[in-house]
């Protein structure tokens, strides 16, 4: 029967980055240094919301956008951090995760045959669903452009089909955010175009050098701003996102949102009012440490002669491999699981221009990365 199902579910790949960590996690005495998934417990306020909503019975079906709270606060946290102002009633949905957020909003927006300019590399989560939609991904390759997707590289390739440009900033996998100066430059480029833009922020909490901010700043009505709990919280399980855009949008959105899932998880909810109320900062102490890594991270690549652009935000490095390891990067990233017992992400797990590349993981403790960048100096001295 497998030659009924949709061709191009038939068509699509398992995630790279899954499929890699698949690969590798059975072996033994392994540094992993892939997923994006903090390494800091869910706040302890949080996990007593969880556990006094079971408690209170609060189990049950909850209106299709989240609970009137909730959006409600979820609003007055992106007015207090990044100056956006959005309608609760109207203007946001609480969505399973940014993943269902992303999927929702594509099924909304796209039509057979429109095009997505996205940057290249990129996170592998968009052009499924993309495709899946009927849809063209377009990627820009940015890699000369030390990983800026501006404007001067995405003009080129707009065209009269152009339905949506995806911005993820902080980016995962280069950690590369953009200048306000440059997010302006494109929202004036396209504010008399007929073209969405899909602000994926969910690293918007962990940025480092410069404070986020958002494209919808400067392009209220054609942004549809992504964002959730997962990373600021570390509340990658509890599945809890959020849609920011003009309320001509999210009822539209609202609807496929409605017969996907009917409503985020209500005990989640509970968990996620008190993450941006009592937990309001609870980014920050995770972001210092981050920070911490990331100048250890950088120091050592940089004493190994590699070629890293540092991140302004997130929590991954993506490293070009030596010109004189003649492997790509999947056969590299396996070369040194099996000999440096170190795994990390493969570059074309994130599209093709992800390829010569790998992505590295710091949301780990600096003993753990000491031990993992040991290994891959060890390796890497080996290959020369």
């Not at 991904?137 to 452009?145: A, C, E, L």
């Not at 969910?202 to 480092?208: A, K």
């Not at 949102?257 to 309001?280: D, E, F, M, P, R």
């Amino acid at each position: 029967m497998e030659h009924l199902i949709n061709t191009k579910v038939q068509e699509l790949e398992v995630s790279g980055i899954r499929k890699f960590y698949n690969m590798v996690s059975h072996i033994d005495d392994v540094i992993s240094l892939t997923i994006g998934q903090p390494d800091f417990p869910t706040p302890e306020h949080v996990k007593q919301a969880g556990i006094k909503a079971i408690e209170e019975n609060f189990t049950s079906y909850t209106h299709n956008a989240g609970i009137s709270e909730l959006r409600t606060v979820a609003c007055d946290f992106v007015a207090k951090k990044y100056g956006l102002t959005y309608e609760p009633d109207s203007e946001v949905i609480v969505t399973v995760g940014a993943s269902e957020a992303i999927d929702i909003t594509f099924r909304t927006i796209l039509a057979e045959g429109t095009e997505v300019i996205l940057p290249g590399p990129i996170y592998p989560g968009y052009e499924p669903i993309i495709r899946m939609c009927g849809a063209v991904p377009v990627h820009v390759d940015i890699r000369d452009n030390n990983f800026r997707f501006t404007l001067e590289m995405i003009k080129p390739y707009i065209t009269d089909k152009t339905r949506c440009i995806v911005m993820p900033y902080p980016s995962n996998p280069t950690g590369v955010s953009l200048t306000e100066t440059e997010l302006k430059e494109i929202a004036v480029y396209l504010k008399e175009r007929e073209i969405f833009v899909l602000a994926d922020e969910i690293y918007s909490e962990l940025t480092y050098d410069q404070p986020h901010i958002s494209i919808a700043s400067f392009l209220k009505e054609k942004t549809i701003v992504i964002n959730g709990l997962s990373k600021s919280h570390s509340m990658t399980g509890w599945r809890i996102g959020f849609i920011y855009a003009p309320k001509d949008i999210t009822k539209h959105i609202l609807k496929v949102h409605q017969y996907n899932v009917s409503c985020a998880t209500s005990i989640a909810q509970k968990a996620a009012l008190a993450a941006l109320t009592t937990g309001i900062d609870d980014a920050i102490p995770m972001k210092k440490e981050y920070s911490i890594r990331r100048e250890y991270v950088y120091n050592r690549f940089t004493a190994m002669g590699l070629h890293v652009v540092k991140p302004d935000g997130a929590f991954y490095f993506f490293v070009k491999i030596p010109d004189s390891i003649q492997l790509n990067s999947f056969d590299f990233a396996l070369a040194m699981v099996h000999q440096a017992k170190v795994a990390v992400v493969p570059g074309s797990a994130f599209s093709e221009y992800g390829e010569g590349y790998f992505r590295l993981s710091f949301a780990c403790s600096l003993e753990t990365l000491e031990i993992g960048l040991n290994r891959i100096e060890t390796f890497l001295s080996m290959k020369k």
